[in-house]
């Protein structure tokens, strides 16, 4: 696999990007993390940029829940092919009509609980029906 991009973008908030040059083996020949954000970000990447060596399958994975820290957990998991879409729809909330990538988006600049997630994206906030898909987004998203 060579010069392979990981892209992940939020709109109107951050943005990270992994390029990868990997041998054969998975080991990496190269890396670029590049990013656009706040101080978070800024440190995220000064941090992260030396770690990106040797065999990819064991760079370890952020463990924190900062939106930078979740994005690139998430481009760290599809790099290696290890990702799982949490929830695969389009739109999470019927009632309300709210994107799937919204409440992602939500989760990611840093709601942590259904009732933020409802405040702020009005996902959940009618039946009821799709709590269960925002919690098991906030919980793939934040925890992994
Ligand atoms: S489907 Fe989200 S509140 Fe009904």
């Keep these: 696999m060579a010069n392979t991009l990981f892209k992940i973008q939020l709109r109107a908030f951050d943005e990270l990007e992994l390029s990868l040059d990997l041998d054969s083996d998975g080991t990496i020949k190269s890396a670029q993390l590049k990013g ?3 101080p978070e970000m800024l440190r995220l990447l ?3 940029r030396p770690r990106l060596k040797g065999s990819l399958a064991q760079v370890e994975l952020p463990v924190g829940s900062s939106g930078p ?3 690139l957990r998430e481009i760290l998991m599809k790099a290696r092919g290890d990702w799982v879409e949490p ?5 999470l909330c019927h009632c ?3 994107p799937t990538p919204i409440v992602r988006q939500a989760i990611t600049a840093g709601a ?3 009732e933020t997630v409802s405040r702020w994206t009005t996902a959940s ?12 987004l906030i919980s ?5």
């Design 36 to 38: 656009v954000g706040g």
């Design 46 to 48: 000064e941090d992260w």
């Design 69 to 71: 820290e979740i994005m």
């Design 87 to 91: 929830y695969a729809e389009e739109e």
């Design 96 to 98: 309300r009509a709210v």
């Design 112 to 114: 942590d609980s259904p």
């Design 125 to 136: 906030t009618q039946c009821g029906t799709c709590r269960k898909d925002v919690i098991a």
């Design 140 to 144: 793939a998203l934040r925890t992994k």
